[in-house]
């Protein structure tokens, strides 16, 4: 028995040990930082970078953590479904008079339970979206030089369940973050580092981590599948396509518009094709396959083509065609659509984040009583255009039943014509 015991021990005081030596080569001391306006210039650097805007805007996310917490968060609504065993919570995050807590699908008062859903939530979201807590209430931002590079410092001085914690973030070239490294309450080990880089695009526009990694013996925390829509916003924008008659649009084979008079267009819709004309010249485009395209000068075919005079017609067919089929866009791949309430209206905000010639311009549709678009504001990403207005009317139903726009009017009084609209089979 005594030699039992004393193997113990042993084995006992080897942890012990291997526990003091482990602490002391991997504890970092937490790294001062230099508060001011170049932390927080480099704080809205991460901002553009994770799309914060679209975070704002986002409706609906689901995730789980380490498969055991289970999370539906309406993030409009201030309220999150939290699930665990045999319990659910719907929390109310900004009143918790009005959260519902049920045991065995029973609605039951158990403060206990609504107080565990609550920690869950504080920490489990923390895991999914701290990226984009860095101006939360109650924040410190600095910058830490690592590595020779400029880090984050995000302190929390008050507010969710362990206040007083730092997360160092670890930003890449285009200041997205990849890592950080962990000064909390919860973690004995200052400066354990947890990766952020398995990141997954989401439907409401920006990205979220599906898992991380932790440098305290590799362990992985798992998010589970982890979406963000914005389901209000796609049924306003299904209205909209219902409104204009999209299935008619999509069926439609040619197109035919011109361009403040000065340019003219004929859309094979089906093959993809469009003969665009200016000046003296008309190039045949394949907008898809732009080395097939042909050109045209003075109507006589050149037999050498000229890259930039197919580049200008490509540009000219994505803004010229954009004016006239814009509300048929609503789906395209690469758009994010989202609500936002204007002058006491509902609207809806597009969002392009792929394609066409400017990725990243935004426009927020008013609609009539019947759902066909009266106007938008323009938000480009060049900053040249900052909620400038610009209508959508004279809409005509086309021969093969599309409504689309035959003229524009912007707030300066001037005047855009798309000449005569037509739309056929």
Known sequence: MKKFLKVIGIIIFLIIGFGVVFYFINNEALPKGEKGKEADALAIKMFNAINHEAFENAEVLEWSFRNKHFYKWHKQKNSVTVSWDKNKVILNTKDNSKSEVFVDNNKVENTEILKIAEGFFNNDSFWLIA????????????????EGKDALMITYTSGGSTPGDSYLWILDENYFPTSYKIWASVVPIGGISGSWSDWKNTEAGFKLPTKHTLSLFGMEINMGTVKA???????????????????????????????????????????????????????????????????????????????????????????????????????DDGVVRSIENIENETALRVTYTSGGSTPGDSYVWLLDENYIPKSYKMYLKNGRMNGTPATWEDWITTESGALLPTNHTFSSGGKLSMGEVKGYN
Do not use: C, M
Request: proline share 3%.
């Open 131 to 146: 990226p984009f807590k860095i101006f939360d209430k109650g924040t410190e931002r600095s910058i830490v030089k690592y």
């Open 229 to 331: 829509y914005n389901q209000e916003a796609d049924i306003l924008a299904h209205k909209i396509l219902k409104a204009v008659e999209h299935e008619n649009y999509k069926n439609t084979r040619f197109l035919e518009w011109s361009f403040a008079g000065s340019r003219t267009f004929k859309w094979d819709k089906k093959e993809h094709i469009a003969d665009v004309s200016w000046d003296k010249f008309r190039v045949h485009l394949y907008p898809a396959d732009k080395d097939k395209s042909t050109i045209f000068f003075d109507g006589i075919k050149q037999e050498d083509t000229d890259e930039k005079i197919v580049k200008q017609a490509w540009d000219i067919f994505n803004n010229d065609s954009f004016w006239l089929v814009a509300p048929h866009k609503l789906f």
